[in-house]
């Protein structure tokens, strides 16, 4: 294993954890929530956990710049490698007390995403995967499930209804009626799932790329794929596909040829 790639992995991994242990201090304990301009939730634990971890990332490496979903984007050296965090991803969730949350870091060198970490605090899972050095899930390799048709597959999305409000309702309809089991374990989770070989695809009609940036090279190293609905392996299609890569061109089919 690469040991700029050993020591990214061993770093995320201890972000991410830390991070997570932020985010229990306000698990369950009926916090505050505020409404963003976009109507998301945010609460003092978003905000508290996004602090820390930029502050450990600028004293880590000082050159690099960090965006994030509640702070934006800090400034680094022209060309510096970009830190993206979410720091919780999956709010709804974590402020309802449900552990299905994830803290999400990616890091982006010349435009390409090299390494990324998921941990989901409330359930001890942490995902972390690096270029070329494979994917981890709790210190054992992770590896996307064999299965090779919808039709043995379990499909994941966050919210039934936003592939609707999105225009993507209708390659949700084919998609769910192709599948043999179609569940809401959604954000973050749910692409962990296909990672993990829990789950063969996730879909999210609307994301960010601080939603995405960890999850793309998690898939890609587990053997899976990260895409945008017409298939280009992206962070900034406003949408993403997660699969296990056997059942990749069927939901591609779909996909580009379904609108609304």
């Known amino acids: 294993m690469d040991t700029h790639m050993t020591i990214l992995i061993e770093t995320l991994a201890d972000l991410a954890r830390r991070a997570g242990a932020i985010t229990l201090q306000y698990y369950q304990t009926g916090i505050q929530v505020e409404t963003k301009a976009d109507e998301s939730p945010v609460t003092i634990a978003d905000r508290n956990t996004e602090k820390f971890l930029r502050e450990e990332i600028a004293k880590l490496f000082p050159d690099d710049c960090v965006m994030g979903e509640e702070f934006g984007e800090s400034a680094g050296k022209p060309g510096a490698r970009k830190w993206i965090v979410d720091p919780i991803d999956g709010t709804k969730s974590f402020v309802r007390g449900v552990p299905l949350y994830g803290v999400m870091i990616g890091v982006e060198e010349a435009g390409e995403i090299v390494a990324g970490a998921v941990y989901m605090p409330a359930l001890g899972e942490l995902v972390v995967a690096a270029k070329g050095a494979g994917c981890w899930w709790n210190g054992r390799p992770a590896k996307v499930s064999t299965k090779s048709s919808l039709a043995e597959g379990m499909l994941c999305t966050t919210d039934a209804a936003d592939n609707h409000k999105s225009g993507k309702g209708t390659a949700y309809d084919q998609l769910c009626a192709a599948s ?62 997660g699969t296990n890569g056997a059942v990749f061109n069927e939901v591609m089919t779909i996909t580009r040829k379904s609108k609304g």
């Open 180 to 241: 043999k089991l179609v569940r809401t374990w959604g954000d973050c989770y749910g692409h962990l799932l296909v990672a993990t070989g829990r789950a063969e695809v996730m879909i999210d009609p609307i994301m960010s790329p601080w939603d995405c940036a960890a999850l793309k090279i998690i898939l890609e190293e587990a053997g899976g794929t990260f895409t945008d609905y017409e298939g280009k392996p992206t962070i900034y299609g406003n949408c993403a596909i």
